[in-house]
């Protein structure tokens, strides 16, 4: 009952920037939580940066610093935007959204398909 719709990604030279970015839609009463999640190869899927209804951000230390994470709520939307790239930025970036449904006002919590960054060296 909640789409997400990624967009961005690719490939990137090392130290290049990215911007991601995902739109959430349907039954949607509520957005809480509005995140970024990166999963390479063999690895658990982690953290990037989550946002929260009041617009505070929180980083994972490999990126704090060089990640900007901001949410537009008119849009539902959510985007992460990522400098100074490394090779070990290379992942799944998946998009996560949490929240309340018009139907009951039950809890959702969405994934996206997940976009592919690929930082070449």
């Known amino acids: 009952q909640v789409q997400l719709v990624e967009s961005g990604g690719g490939l990137v030279q090392a130290g290049g920037s990215l911007r991601l970015s995902c739109a959430a839609s349907?039954?949607?009463?509520?957005?809480?939580?509005m995140g970024w999640y990166r999963q390479a190869p063999g690895k658990q899927r982690d953290l990037v940066a989550v946002?929260?209804?009041?617009?505070?951000?929180n980083y994972a230390d490999s990126v704090r610093g060089r990640s900007t994470i901001s949410r537009d709520n008119a849009k539902n939307m959510v985007i992460l935007e990522m400098n100074r790239l490394k090779p070990e930025d290379t992942a799944v970036y998946y998009c996560?959204?949490?929240?309340?449904?018009?139907?009951?006002?039950?809890?959702?919590?969405?994934w996206g398909q997940g976009t592919q960054v690929t930082v070449t060296s």
């Open positions: 996560n959204v949490a929240g309340k449904l018009l139907t009951g006002f039950r809890p959702y919590d969405q």
């Open positions: 349907g039954s949607i009463f509520s957005i809480n939580a």
């Open positions: 946002i929260n209804s009041g617009g505070s951000p």
